[in-house]
């Protein structure tokens, strides 16, 4: 079965600075994958998302993530976070169950930002 | 303006109670989804139903019971056989055109339901 990992539970950066929040999944053939946010108390908002071709993937917010198969990797990536980017982020890989599908989660990694 | 709407935003019951969290959604979506989600542990999969008068049970699904009468609709039930029902509660949809159109998997979350049951 596919499964994700998000290895880092918080991380910290300074508001300014760049930002990457790591995701690996496991699953043979191409995953579909996705990031979602969530602010304190509130539902998920997708970011972005890949399904096939460029690797690079652009999203919501200047959030873009790069798709690497042989690191089994999508990580999440922000050139210069804002206060605002504070947050709960979580990744998703589609699980396929015989005539139907889930999304799995990750444990999600809390950005925080210093002013 | 199309959205998935979750009522109450916050619910206070007793212990022994069984209590019913509301989901709607007006986005004609196909699929919709039940998770919980409790600190640290991301969110869990409660029940999903793929298509009205059908649902199936997810990973955690003990404890819980839901129904789709209508496509815009999923409420959920946390009965009392439920051991431990404080924790926030997500509803979500999807389009569920995954054959023709990847982005059906893509799911859309309402803004939650935080029970607490004392």
């Known amino acids: 079965a596919q499964s994700v990992t998000q290895p880092d539970i918080h991380i910290t950066v300074s508001e300014g600075a760049s930002l990457e929040l790591r995701c690996n999944y496991s699953y043979g053939a191409t995953p579909y994958l996705f990031w979602y946010v969530q602010s304190p108390g509130q539902g998920l908002q997708l970011l972005l998302k890949?399904?096939?071709?460029?690797?690079l993937v652009q999203g919501i917010k200047g959030f873009e993530a790069e798709f690497k198969r042989s690191q089994s990797s999508f990580n999440l990536r922000k050139p210069s976070v804002h206060w605002s980017d504070a947050a709960e982020y979580f990744c998703?890989?589609?699980?396929?169950?015989?005539?139907?599908?889930?999304?799995?989660f990750g444990s999600g990694t809390r950005l925080l930002v210093r002013p | 303006d199309g959205g998935i709407t979750q009522s109450p935003k916050y619910l206070f019951r007793k212990e022994g109670q069984n209590v019913t969290l509301s989901c709607e959604q007006n986005l004609n979506h196909d699929a919709m989804y039940w998770y919980r989600q409790d600190p640290g542990q991301g969110l869990r999969l409660i029940y999903y139903?793929?298509?009205?008068?059908?649902?199936q049970k997810g990973d955690i699904a003990e404890g819980y019971s839901v129904s789709r009468e209508k496509k815009e609709s999923f409420p959920l039930t946390v009965t009392s056989a439920q051991k431990n029902p404080t924790a926030f509660y997500l509803c979500?949809?999807?389009?569920?055109?995954?054959?023709?159109?990847?982005?059906?998997?893509?799911?859309?979350f309402g803004p939650g339901t935080r029970l607490t049951v004392t």
């Open positions: 139903s793929q298509i009205v008068n059908d649902f």
């Open positions: 998703a890989v589609v699980n396929w169950m015989d005539s139907s599908y889930k999304l799995i």
């Open positions: 890949y399904f096939s071709g460029d690797t």
């Open positions: 979500a949809s999807s389009p569920h055109d995954s054959h023709h159109n990847p982005s059906g998997y893509e799911q859309y």
